[in-house]
T-cell receptor
């Protein structure tokens, strides 16, 4: 079982729909990152969370440390939101190496 | 501020050769991390350098090595290339080590092994 699991793996929606991407992890963490990767390969860091909720424009990220779960929401989705969204966790010091562990990504397609 | 710059963008090599990839971080960032991305394994952490010292290392063979210079620029070297090393190699910089700060990614170097 992967330490970081994302769902769904693929998501297709119509423009304007509310989108939710989920990330569950099984290890102790000190931070969780949400990343966006466009077809060209470049990765953009969207959020870094250690607790609670963050909002940036139409994007909202939440994390529940007790349940080991995070969600990324997109409101009023637009075709330019089409990308792969990747959840990554930074292992807590007791886990050993201080490294990022990545989910497999969620491929989001927003149709006009 | 200029972003993270990786060179070259594309590279084709043959099995058995070695390759060096370069990463220039955002000015003022002292942490550089390297990642490998393949369709099968997704993104995997290779190593992290901070102030010229390797701070963390992923589960990759010794053929994968790196270093960081005093100006924070970093290089990654892969020796005795194998077909499975074909991947997108990404570097990311941040202001401190350990992944507790936002990571700023470069566009990557796409390495193809023939």
């Amino acid at each position: 079982k992967n330490e970081v699991e994302q769902s769904p793996q693929n998501l297709t929606a119509q423009e304007g729909e509310f989108i939710t991407i989920n990330c569950s992890y099984s290890v102790g963490i000190s931070a969780l990152h949400w990343l966006q990767q466009h077809p060209g390969g470049g990765i953009v860091s969207l959020f870094m969370l250690s607790s609670g909720k963050k909002k940036h424009g139409r994007l909202i990220a939440t994390i529940n440390i007790q349940e080991k779960h995070s969600s990324l929401h997109i409101t009023a989705s637009h075709p330019r939101d089409s990308a792969v969204y990747i959840c990554a966790v930074k292992l807590s010091p007791i886990q050993g190496a201080q490294k990022l562990v990545f989910g497999q990504g969620t491929r989001l397609t927003i149709n006009p | 501020k200029a972003g993270v710059t990786q060179t070259p963008r594309y590279l084709i090599k043959t099995r058995g050769q070695q390759v060096t990839l370069s990463c220039s971080p955002i000015s003022g960032h002292r942490s550089v991390s390297w990642y490998q991305q393949t369709p099968g394994q997704g993104l995997q952490f290779l190593f992290e350098y901070f102030s010229e010292t390797q701070r963390n290392k992923g589960n990759f063979p010794g053929r994968f090595s790196g270093r960081q210079f005093s100006n924070s620029r970093s290089e990654m070297n892969v020796s005795t290339l194998e077909l499975g090393d074909s991947a997108l190699y990404l570097c990311a910089s941040s202001s401190s080590a350990g992944g507790n700060q936002p990571q700023h990614f470069g566009d990557g170097t796409r390495l193809s092994i023939l």
